[in-house]
C-alpha cells in the first residue's frame, strides 16, 4: 500500500506556471506507474500525464508540450511541471499510483491508489 499527498495548487494567471508535488509513502520509481490526472466541475476524472519504468511518459493532447511529469528517486516524489496554463486547466489535480503493467499496455494508472488532490485554479 502506497500513500501519497499532493502539494503546490494554486491560482495563476494564463500563461503562468505552477509546478505540483506528489509525495509517496513509500518507494515510487520502478515499482509503481504514476500518474497525474484532473476533474474539473461536472467532467469525468481525466487522465493528464504518467510515468513508469523509470522514463516512459505519456501525455494527454490537451497538454503536450505544456506540462512534463518527473520523479526524484530519493525523495519517493512526484512531479508535474505545468507551464503556460491556460483557464482550460483549471481543476483538481490528483497523484494516482498503480501497476506498471497497466501502463505498459497503454492504460492510465486509475485502478490502484489516490491522493486527495490539489486544487488548480487559472484565470484569464
Known amino acids: 500500500q502506497v500513500q501519497l499527498v499532493e502539494s503546490g495548487g494554486g491560482s495563476v494567471q494564463a500563461g503562468g506556471s505552477l509546478r505540483l508535488s506528489c509525495a509517496a509513502s513509500?518507494?515510487?520509481?520502478?515499482?509503481?506507474?504514476m500518474g497525474w490526472f484532473r476533474q474539473a466541475p461536472g467532467k469525468e476524472r481525466e487522465g493528464v500525464a504518467s510515468?513508469?519504468?523509470?522514463?516512459?511518459?505519456r501525455y494527454s493532447d490537451s497538454v503536450k508540450g505544456r506540462f512534463t511529469i518527473s520523479e526524484d528517486d530519493a525523495k519517493n516524489t512526484l512531479y508535474l511541471q505545468m507551464d503556460n496554463l491556460k483557464p482550460e486547466d483549471s481543476a483538481m489535480y490528483y497523484c494516482?499510483?498503480?501497476?506498471?503493467?497497466?501502463?505498459?499496455?497503454?492504460?492510465?494508472?486509475?485502478?490502484?491508489?489516490w491522493g486527495q488532490g490539489t486544487q488548480v485554479t487559472v484565470s484569464s
Open positions: 513509500t518507494k515510487i520509481s520502478s515499482t509503481y506507474c
Open positions: 510515468i513508469h519504468s523509470d522514463a516512459v511518459t
Open positions: 494516482a499510483a498503480d501497476s506498471p503493467w497497466n501502463c505498459h499496455i497503454g492504460r492510465w494508472p486509475r485502478l490502484g491508489y
